[in-house]
T-cell receptor, first 113, second 113 residues
Framework: KAGVTQTPRYLIKTRGQQVTLSCSPISGHRSVSWYQQTPGQGLQFLFEYFSETQRNKGNFPGRFSGRQFSNSRSEMNVSTLELGDSALYLC????????????FGPGTRLTVT | GQQLNQSPQSMFIQEGEDVSMNCTSSSIFNTWLWYKQDPGEGPVLLIALYKAGELTSNGRLTAQFGITRKDSFLNISASIPSDVGIYFCAGPHYGGSQGNLIFGKGTKLSVKP
């Protein structure tokens, strides 16, 4: 089975712009979660989608949003980028059975200048 | 809120040495997960633990689910250079959904100079 894929792998944006990141989960996985990883804060949960519905949201401002499509692929969007949004954004998928085991993609490295 | 504390924060290994690290919390966890992250990549799931007292192995890696359910341990036997990386413990956020994990800040393994 192919693993979780994320595109693009690297992105450079300017403050104030917006960005959309994409994630394709492992085939058959319907739960997709997004995390932000920074040296200072570590891995922090952004949100989780299941069957096209946001099931849970972390403590991030409304500039961070996401969605999931009927094929379980997911996108996250960050509007009005700030310098502090520079981070590695990781997507993870889980199987439908309720397992907590999450499988991560390689991440998208976002740099905001 | 829930927090996972990992120790040590960093350690140096010499090939052939055994390595131990742990993860503690003031809250009870029902699942413990151990991940390894290499530079520029997403975390890779190593071991999942579901029952207090459980001891699970994956090759040279052995992890234990603490009896109090507030801690977990990871041991690496006969370390090799490719063991270098950052090891994270994780557990489900209390009251959160399947895809909402809390992560420790990691234990960084480096090679002894």
């Amino acid at each position: 089975k192919a693993g979780v894929t994320q595109t693009p792998r690297y992105l450079i944006k300017t403050r104030g712009q917006q960005v959309t990141l994409s994630c394709s989960p492992i085939s058959g996985h319907r739960s997709v979660s997004w995390y932000q990883q920074t040296p200072g804060q570590g891995l922090q949960f952004l949100f989780e989608y299941f069957s096209e519905t946001q099931r849970n949201k972390g403590n991030f401002p409304g500039r961070f949003s996401g969605r999931q499509f009927s094929n379980s692929r997911s996108e996250m969007n960050v509007s009005t980028l700030e310098l502090g949004d520079s981070a590695l954004y990781l997507c993870a998928s889980s199987s439908t059975g309720g397992s907590y085991e999450q499988y991560f993609g390689p991440g998208t490295r976002l740099t905001v200048t | 809120g829930q927090q996972l504390n990992q120790s040590p924060q960093s350690m140096f290994i010499q090939e052939g040495e055994d390595v131990s690290m742990n993860c503690t919390s003031s809250s009870i966890f029902n699942t413990w997960l151990w991940y390894k992250q290499d530079p520029g990549e997403g975390p890779v799931l190593l071991i999942a633990l579901y029952k207090a007292g459980e001891l699970t192995s994956n090759g040279r890696l052995t992890a234990q689910f603490g009896i109090t359910r507030k801690d977990s341990f990871l041991n690496i036997s006969a370390s090799i250079p490719s063991d270098v990386g950052i090891y994270f413990c994780a557990g489900p956020h209390y009251g959160g959904s399947q895809g909402n994990l809390i992560f420790g800040k990691g234990t960084k393994l480096s090679v002894k100079p």
